[in-house]
């Protein structure tokens, strides 16, 4: 349960609590990192793929994330 303050109810936040949006990317990051090292055992066009997927991934997961900094106040 919430916390009472001496008046009876909670201070209003003195800031804005920032989430980022949900995303698939670091599963796919993952995905393509796994399927890399897979083709480390198996073969050099499994490597190929995992690691055309986990650079494609990655370089659109920083993406994301400097459009969602940059939409934060300055004061952040």
Known sequence: MAEQVSGGSLPPPSEE?????????P???ALGLTIALLG???TWVLSIIGAIIFLWATI???RQTR???AELPLEH
């Not at 609590?17 to 990317?25: D, K, N």
């Open 17 to 25: 609590v920032h989430l980022p949006e949900p995303s698939y990317l």
């Open 27 to 29: 599963a796919l990051v």
């Open 40 to 42: 480390v055992l198996f």
């Open 60 to 62: 659109r997961w920083i």
């Open 67 to 69: 459009e969602e900094m």
